[in-house]
């Protein structure tokens, strides 16, 4: 599951309703209902990439805006990024905040990797994004980087050149352009910012070396913390594989298993666009594609926790299209020939 901090999604409503555009009109728009209370409508701490998706393709098309994502990164502050943000911000020059961004991007979204070559004239950040992004995360990601490094350094820095992987219109190349004040390439191989290497040394207005280690370490604790969060699909599922039987397995006794209550297990997989009854079925299929044959059916049903065997029968027809006597059927044949 790929997913990015509230915080980050939360600074695009902030701009829309800048724009006149209501947040509780934004969400609607894209059927959004990743909240972590339903009741206040308060956002869950971590969105998926579809909804972040969305919002910003509704941005685009409300806005009549076709560099959206370019409008947005243009509008960043270090606070959209959450304690990276301030890391950055207290970094004592360009290199440090760039080391700090390799480290704990995924803070903030979880949703590409950056990647950073140094030749001996040339330095140059590369983010090479997840399959699913948009072309405005995009645009949003690089421009954000150097609007950053701009108010960090200096508002008429600018880098050597700048690549995407998409093809923009003329127009927009040259807007582009504009803005970034160099050389724009489309359709390129990667997503990709170069800039001198002096630019490396150059030292941030903002350095506090007392405050960046501070910002460090709570980085490092709500990294530990995400990665946590991130295997509690890898922790339900080895509960599942290690019972004998999945006979009363449910919600309850996994979360009670991992020292969580059910609510919050609920929410962790949701995070990950998982369910703990998604879990336990992939656990059952996976046993009865091995013990099929093996057994009666009514034992094996028994096994996998269903209450009877027509509800067993139910299932596998759901996984197979076919009942489990014309898999046993089939599977036998096949061994045979």
């Not at 969060?229 to 397995?249: F, M, Y």
């Not at 309850?252 to 919050?264: E, F, M, S, Y």
Request: proline share 3%; hydrophobic share 40%.
């Amino acid at each position: 599951m790929h997913t990015l901090a509230d915080h980050y999604f939360s600074s695009i409503l902030d701009y829309l309703q800048a724009q006149g555009i209501s947040t509780k009109t934004a969400l609607h728009a894209i059927s959004f209902d990743e909240f972590s209370n339903q009741r206040t409508h308060q956002l869950a701490p971590r969105i998926s990439l579809n909804s972040y998706n969305a919002l910003l393709v509704y941005g685009k098309k409300t806005l009549n805006d076709p560099l959206f994502g370019f409008t947005l990164g243009q509008q960043i502050r270090t606070a959209d990024y959450g304690v990276l943000g301030y890391l950055i911000e207290s970094s004592d020059n360009l290199s440090s905040a760039i080391k700090a961004l390799l480290s704990y991007d995924s803070l903030v979204a979880d949703i590409g990797k950056a990647k950073f070559e140094l030749n001996t004239d040339t330095a140059t950040i590369r983010w090479i994004a997840h399959q699913s992004c948009n072309e405005h995360v995009v645009l949003r990601n690089m421009t954000a980087w150097v609007s950053v490094i701009r108010q960090l350094i200096n508002l008429t820095l600018s880098p050597s050149s700048i690549s995407f992987t998409y093809n923009w219109l003329p127009s927009q190349r040259r807007a582009l352009e504009s803005w970034f004040k160099c050389p724009v390439k489309s359709s390129a191989e990667y997503n990709q910012i170069s800039f001198p290497s002096d630019y490396l040394t150059l030292p941030f207005k903002t350095d506090n070396a007392i405050i960046n280690s501070t910002f460090k370490q709570l980085s490092e604790q709500q990294l530990s913390n995400f990665k946590s969060q991130q295997c509690i699909d890898d922790k339900v599922n080895q509960l599942l594989t290690a019972k004998t039987t999945l006979q009363n397995c449910n919600l309850i006794g996994i979360a009670d298993a991992l020292n969580l209550t059910p609510r919050t297990l609920q929410r962790r997989l949701k995070q990950q666009d998982l369910t703990f009854a998604q879990l336990l079925e992939k656990e059952r299929k996976k046993r009865a594609d091995t013990l099929i044959a093996s057994m009666p059916l009514a034992d094996l049903s028994n096994i996998l926790g269903f209450k009877d065997q027509s509800s067993f029968n139910r299932a596998f027809l759901r996984w197979h299209k076919c009942s489990p006597l014309q898999f046993i059927k089939y599977k036998t044949a096949s061994t045979a020939k």
